[in-house]
């Protein structure tokens, strides 16, 4: 029964690092790419053109690493399921 429990435990604990990075995977380039973008309108007065450009750089950057964590989750878990 312990074990039974200590696996649970684990698998959650899985589950809560890969929502977390998912998140950070999201957050931070949204949160970089819109600070840039705004630095840069601002510098040249170009409201609010870079700040755009930024949101798009900091989405395609999030699909990308949520892609690329999703493909390594699910090689390891055919990987698993092979055996």
């Known amino acids: 029964m312990s074990t039974e429990n200590d696996q649970e435990k684990t698998e959650v604990i899985s589950l809560v ?3 977390l990075e998912l998140g950070y995977s999201i957050a931070l380039p949204l949160v970089i ?3 840039v973008g705004k630095y840069i309108d601002n510098q040249l007065g170009t409201l609010p053109l870079f700040l755009l ?3 798009v750089c900091a989405a395609v ?3 990308f690493f949520v892609y690329r964590k999703v493909r390594y989750i699910l090689k ?3 990987k698993k ?3």
Do not use: P
């Open 53 to 55: 450009i930024g949101m």
């Open 33 to 35: 790419c819109t600070l």
């Open 76 to 78: 390891d878990v055919s």
């Open 81 to 83: 399921s092979k055996l």
């Open 61 to 63: 950057v999030s699909v």
């Open 17 to 19: 690092s890969f929502a």
